[in-house]
């Protein structure tokens, strides 16, 4: 099996848990705060990494508090760091309501950087396929990032533009759109990058720009794989939602990792559901190795 690329931040998650997002100027108290590695590229590259998938985390790790803890961290995981830096490491404050919704204050620092550079010796006829998410494009290494992908047009293309794709320059989106990537987000996402409100025809729009498959994810019903003039679709598994944190990037980590493993494009979408169910039945953004304990049967 050859390696998947993941091009992007691991930085660190404070998850705040509180009963409602505070006005402005209002003091609220918090049930817990918790630290854990997090980072759309390293949620999905953990994903990966459960699932014994040969991949590569292309990621900066800086310095200062944020950046000692994440070396810690991945120690304790066995990960050896890509690349290291002495500029300030970042962090992002995830505010998580009692009903599982969450906000985001996030500080970007070397870790969301890029550089073509950055894969100077790396054998990248290793790899097959790379993972790129919206932030990261987003970012002032955006535009090394796209050129690097048309210069690798080899490898298959995952994209998850996220929920600050209003933020990312519509040239940008335009190029990687010309590179056919399998495209991976939301039901409210789809909406907004099509600017339509009708499902069926917001698909066909998408399409239309990508000619590639299209992962939409529907929250408690389900997911769907759009292949052209077909539409699968897998319901959602029950959940007891505590944290929703993640929830998208462990989905197509799952779905990126069943395709490598063989499986048919339904039972890795039914297989991507079922451990997103996992993910949000716990706090924290990541996939862990307790989430992997049953296996997905209905």
Not at 20 to 26: F, G, Q, R, T, V
Not at 32 to 45: D, P, Q, R, T
């Amino acid at each position: 099996m050859k390696k998947t690329l993941i091009i992007g931040s691991c930085t660190v998650d404070i998850t705040v848990s509180i009963s409602s997002l505070p006005n402005s100027a209002e003091s609220v108290k918090s049930n817990s705060h918790i630290y854990n590695l997090g980072g759309c590229a390293y949620n999905v590259a953990r994903v990966l990494n459960l699932l014994d998938v040969p991949h590569l985390q292309c990621t900066t790790i800086g310095s200062g508090i944020y950046g000692e803890f994440v070396l810690k961290e991945l120690e304790k995981e066995g990960i050896k760091p890509f690349r290291l830096s002495n500029e300030p490491h970042g962090a992002c404050i995830c505010l998580v309501e009692n009903n599982g919704e969450r906000s985001f204050i996030a500080y970007h620092g070397i870790e969301y950087s890029f550089d073509k550079s950055y894969l100077d010796g790396v054998c990248l006829s290793d790899f097959d396929s790379v993972y790129v998410c919206g932030l990261e494009i987003e970012d002032e290494g955006g535009d090394q990032i796209i050129s690097f992908l048309e210069e690798n047009r080899s490898l298959k293309l995952y994209f998850s533009p996220g929920p600050r794709l209003r933020f990312i320059d519509s040239n940008k989106l335009d190029r990687i759109f010309a590179l056919n990537p399998i495209i991976h987000l939301s039901q409210s996402e789809l909406f907004e990058i099509t600017k339509l409100d009708n499902f069926d025809l917001a698909l066909k729009r998408l399409y239309e720009r990508t000619q590639n498959d299209i992962i939409i994810t529907l929250g408690s019903k389900g997911a769907v794989v759009y292949i052209g003039k077909e539409i699968i679709f897998k319901e959602a598994f029950i959940s007891n939602v505590v944290d929703t944190t993640g929830a998208g990037d462990c989905h197509i980590g799952s779905y990126i990792s069943y395709i490598k493993k063989g499986f048919t494009k339904a039972d890795a979408l039914q297989r991507a559901n079922y451990l997103a169910s996992k993910v949000v039945s716990h706090e924290g953004p990541a996939l862990v190795k307790t989430d992997l304990s049953e296996e997905c049967d209905n």
